[in-house]
């Protein structure tokens, strides 16, 4: 018994069947088709998820740097009071 109750055998017979069917020749340039669109789907996904932690980079960079200019300018008003 096989993968799901299917034989070697029968996989054996329905691949060949296959292969006179469509040749070999469309079956490689099919298989290569295949594979390349898999490369690229995995390429655009990674390509996505460098962009998100990207823009999460900037987001935290961005904070970081709001409260730096807040904790500044809640210590320049005390100095600029003084002055008065």
Do not use: H, Y
């Amino acid at each position: 018994m096989g993968i799901g109750g299917i034989s070697i055998w029968q996989l054996v017979i329905v691949l060949g069947i296959i292969i006179l069917l469509f040749g070999t020749k469309k079956l490689r340039n099919l298989g290569g088709d295949l594979g390349g669109a898999v490369k690229g789907f995995k390429k655009a996904m990674k390509e996505e998820s460098a962009t998100e932690t990207t823009d999460e980079k900037k987001i935290e960079q961005d904070a970081t740097f709001k409260a730096a200019d807040e904790t500044a300018t809640k210590q320049q008003k005390p100095n600029d009071q003084q002055q008065s």
